[in-house]
C-alpha cells in the first residue's frame, strides 16, 4: 500500500482517485481537513476497502510513526501543504508550519521506518515530494522555460516555503540515503479545484454574476496542465523516476491570466448563457498582488525523456471538461462556499 499526505485536497484526492481507478493497491490518505481539505472530493470511495481515511497533521510524529508501523507503506506520496500564495501573504506561519517542519517530520519518520525495512523492501521503498514550479521564481519574457537545473529564486512566503521543503527532501537523501524522488509542477486546473483560485474563482464568480477580479495587468503567464496529467506524471516517476532526481511536470501551455479569463467567460457563454450579456462584462482589474511572479514555463522534456510521460489532454479539452464539471457540480460549490470562504474572500478583495 502507499501512504498519501494531503489527499482530501484538490490534486491529491484526484490522485488517490485515479490511483485507485488504475489499481488496486490501497491508500491510507493523512489528511488534516484544513480549510482547504474535503472529503466530498472522496464521496465515490464511500466503503471502498482500499481506502482509509486518517484525519491528522503531517506535524504529529507519533501519528506518523504509528501510521507507518501499522500499515507498512512501499512509498510515501507527499501532497500535504497550504498552497495558496495570497494567503501565504497574509498569514506566512502556517506555510512555515506545515511546508516546512510538516516536511520535516515526515523526513524524518520516514528514514526511521525505512532504516528498520530489510532487503527488497528497503530497496523498494519511495518517498515521493510533490512541489511546484514556483521555487524557480520569475522568467523574463525571453527566457527559456524552467528546467531542473534552473537555481531556486522563491518569491513569495508560498514558493519559499516548498522551496525550503524541497531542500530538505534533497539533503535527506544526499545524508541519509533516503530514496527520494521530487516533481515540480506548474498550475494545475480540473475537477475539486477550491475557488480561491484563479480558474474556479473565475467560474464560480462569473455564474453568480460577481467582478471577476484581475490581479495587475492580467498579462502574467501561468502554464496550465489538467490535474489528471499531474497525477499521471507523479505515477510515472514514482515508478520509475531516478533516486535522489527532481522532474519538472507542465503542460507546454503558456497562457497570460487574461486570456485564460476570456477563455472561461467564452466556454460559459456557450454552456450556460447569461440573458444579462457576456460574462466578460464583469472583468474587474484589481491592485495586483505584492511580489506578483510575471512569468512561470516548465521544460518537461526530462520526464518526457526519462518515463516517456506525455500530458493527455490539450488546454482546450481540459479546459472544457473543467468548466463542465462545475457546472454539473453546482452542490460541491455552494459546499465549499462557507462562512469561511465568505470570511477569506472579504479578506483578500475587499480592499482591493
Ligand atoms: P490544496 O490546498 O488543495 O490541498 C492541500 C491538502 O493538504 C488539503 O487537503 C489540506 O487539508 C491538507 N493539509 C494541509 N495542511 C496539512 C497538515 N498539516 N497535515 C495534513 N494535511 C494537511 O493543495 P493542492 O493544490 O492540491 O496542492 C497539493 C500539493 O501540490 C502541494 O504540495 C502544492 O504545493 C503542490 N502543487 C500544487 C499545484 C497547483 O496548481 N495547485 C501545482 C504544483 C504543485
Ligand atoms: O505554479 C504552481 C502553483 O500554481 C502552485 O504551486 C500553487 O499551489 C497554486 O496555487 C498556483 O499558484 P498561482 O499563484 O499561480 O495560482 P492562482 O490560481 O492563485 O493564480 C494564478 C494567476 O492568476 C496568478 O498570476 C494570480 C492571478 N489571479 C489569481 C486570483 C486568485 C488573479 O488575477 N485574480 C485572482 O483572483
Not at 491529491?12 to 485515479?18: H, I, Q
Not at 528498520?116 to 524557480?136: I, P
Not at 467567460?265 to 510575471?294: K, Q
Request: charged share 20%; net charge negative; proline share 6%.
Amino acid at each position: 500500500m502507499i501512504l498519501v499526505t494531503g489527499g482530501a485536497g484538490f490534486i491529491g484526492s484526484n490522485f488517490v482517485l485515479d490511483w485507485l481507478a488504475q489499481s488496486d493497491e490501497p491508500v491510507v490518505n493523512l489528511d488534516a481537513l484544513t480549510y482547504a481539505g474535503n472529503l466530498a472530493n472522496l464521496a465515490t470511495l464511500a466503503g471502498d476497502a482500499r481506502h482509509t481515511f486518517v484525519k491528522g497533521d503531517i506535524c504529529d510524529r507519533a501519528l506518523v510513526d504509528s501510521l507507518l508501523a501499522t500499515h507498512r507503506p512501499r512509498a510515501i506520496v507527499h501532497f500535504a501543504a497550504e498552497s495558496h500564495v495570497d494567503r501565504s501573504i497574509h498569514g506566512p506561519g502556517a506555510f512555515m508550519k506545515t511546508n516546512v517542519d510538516g516536511t520535516f517530520t515526515l523526513l524524518e519518520a520516514a528514514r526511521a521506518y525505512w532504516g528498520g525495512l530489510q532487503g527488497d523492501e528497503k530497496a523498494a521503498f519511495r518517498f515521493h515530494h510533490v512541489s511546484t514550479d514556483e521555487v524557480y521564481g520569475s522568467l523574463k519574457p525571453s527566457d527559456p522555460p524552467f528546467a531542473e537545473t534552473n537555481p531556486y529564486e522563491p518569491n513569495s512566503p508560498y514558493s519559499a516555503s516548498k522551496a525550503a521543503s524541497d531542500h530538505l527532501v534533497r539533503a535527506w537523501h544526499h545524508t541519509y540515503g533516503l530514496p527520494v524522488v521530487t516533481t515540480n509542477c506548474s498550475n494545475n486546473y480540473g475537477p475539486y479545484h477550491f475557488p480561491e483560485k484563479l480558474i474556479p474563482l473565475m467560474i464560480v464568480n462569473a455564474l453568480a454574476g460577481k467582478p471577476l477580479p484581475v490581479y495587475g495587468d492580467g498579462q502574467q503567464i501561468r502554464d496550465w496542465l489538467y490535474v489528471k496529467d499531474h497525477c499521471s506524471g507523479i505515477r510515472a516517476v514514482l515508478a520509475g523516476g531516478r533516486l535522489g532526481e527532481t522532474y519538472n511536470i507542465g503542460g507546454w501551455n503558456e497562457q497570460a491570466n487574461i486570456d485564460i479569463v476570456k477563455i472561461v467567460c467564452a466556454l460559459l457563454d456557450e454552456l450556460r448563457p447569461d440573458p444579462a450579456g457576456p460574462y466578460s462584462r464583469l472583468i474587474t482589474y484589481v491592485t495586483d498582488r505584492p511580489g506578483h511572479d510575471r512569468r512561470y514555463a516548465i521544460d518537461a522534456r526530462k520526464i518526457e525523456r526519462e518515463l516517456g510521460w506525455r500530458p493527455a489532454e490539450t488546454f482546450e479539452t481540459g479546459i472544457r471538461k473543467t468548466v463542465q464539471w462545475y457546472l454539473d457540480n453546482a452542490d460541491w460549490v455552494a459546499n465549499v462556499q462557507s462562512g469561511a470562504y465568505k470570511d477569506w474572500v472579504s479578506t483578500n478583495y475587499q480592499a482591493r
